[in-house]
């Protein structure tokens, strides 16, 4: 059996958040990782996969075992929604890794225009290409996520 006073005291939550605010407000250089990240993603190309999403889509409504009329109807609606979201995806996004990764508030918000002047909007189609740019930029994002938590620490 062991004895109560040997154990160590548990984790404060409250005390590692304050640590990490405190770390942080330290080394404001620190906040330019995020802050950069999500001015790219607001003012910065948009990676768009339009394209290729209305390659697969064409191919889909021509296979034979989906030309029923209620198959049809479902298709338009189903068609209808992933052009929508392939018109508000960034591939850009990818930069923000899963769980090493930069935090961003822009990420998941994924804005359409921009505040000051429209950018450019550059549409991928093949599908190498897309796998190439998710593979790029997640070990971008890995990497400068591990300097982000490197210098933290």
Known sequence: MHDPKSLPNPP????SFSSGFNTISNQLGLVL?????????????????????????????????????????????????????????????????????????????????SPTAAMPVWQLSGSFTILAWVCGLSLLGLAFGSLFYACVS
């Open 33 to 113: 990782f995020p802050i950069l990240l999500d001015l790219l993603l607001w003012w910065g190309p948009r990676l768009r996969l339009g394209n290729w999403l209305q390659g697969i889509l064409a191919d889909t409504g021509s296979m034979p075992e989906l030309q029923t009329a209620d198959m049809q109807d479902m298709l338009i609606a189903t068609r209808e929604i992933w052009l929508e979201v392939s018109g508000r995806f960034n591939l850009l996004t990818v930069l923000r890794t899963y769980p090493v990764g930069i935090t961003s508030l822009m990420a998941g918000i994924s804005p359409v225009e």
């Open 12 to 15: 404060s939550l409250l005390r």
